[in-house]
């Protein structure tokens, strides 16, 4: 069935610095791409996301960029701040499935002052 | 505007009680889920509602039962709890599919 793998499971960063988190799904037919930011017993909140007709998008210090011949995409924080520590989740979900999405198993940031 | 409302926050069962997680909200979306968060695990897919009147089984439906009872409330309902869930569980909504989720606060339910 539908799988979305992500890597790695931690990272840890210099403040300043920039991090990458990679995801690989497995149905070709997926369309939506969205990544979630969850801080320690919060809910999950949505940071950014990417359409299949779209190679990248950006929104300040954050992007996402989709290779679709290879199934996957990239999470990249630049100018990493403490406040970016968090456990951060992508996830894929694709037309005519009600919507649902298949989530990575995590990432846990941390930005160290 | 409270956005996707679940209740109780926090819940301890025996092993064999029933409950049901009410979740309610009021953006008006037509798509609602279930998904429960263990450590390593990410988020899982319990049950979803792609629209008012319809429910669908996710990657881990067994064990559970959901309702859609309008619009706004999908409840999620333990009718014999095991301690395998043991779990966070979390509610949330969308305008429709493929946009993004609203969650819900969540519930921490331990089964004893």
């Known amino acids: 069935g539908e799988n979305v793998e992500q890597h790695p499971s931690t990272l840890s960063v210099q403040e300043g610095d920039s991090a990458v988190i990679k995801c690989t799904y497995s149905?070709?037919?997926?369309?939506?791409f969205p990544w979630y930011k969850q801080e320690l017993g919060k809910r999950p909140q949505l940071i950014i996301d990417i359409r299949s007709n779209v190679g990248e998008k950006k929104d300040q210090r954050i992007a996402v960029t989709l290779n679709k011949t290879a199934k996957h995409f990239s999470l990249h924080i630049t100018e990493t701040q403490p406040e970016d520590s968090a456990v951060y989740f992508c996830a894929a979900s694709w037309d005519n499935q009600g919507g649902k999405l298949i989530f990575g198993q995590g990432t846990e940031l941390s930005v160290k002052p | 505007n409270a956005g996707v409302t679940q209740t109780p926050k926090f819940q301890v069962l025996k092993t064999g009680q029933s409950m049901t997680l009410q979740c309610a909200q009021d953006?008006?979306?037509?798509?609602m889920y279930w998904y429960r968060q263990d450590p390593g695990m990410g988020l899982r897919l319990i049950y979803y509602s792609a629209s008012e009147g319809t429910t669908d089984k996710g990657e881990v439906p067994n064990g559970y039962n959901v309702s859609r009872l309008n619009k706004r409330e999908f409840s999620l309902r333990l009718e014999s709890a095991a301690p395998s869930q043991t779990s966070v569980y979390f509610c949330?909504?969308?305008?429709?599919?493929?946009?993004?989720?609203?969650f819900g606060s969540g519930t921490r339910l331990t089964v004893v």
């Open positions: 949330a909504s969308s305008v429709q599919g493929n946009y993004g989720y609203t």
């Open positions: 149905d070709s037919a997926s369309n939506y």
């Open positions: 953006m008006n979306h037509n798509s």
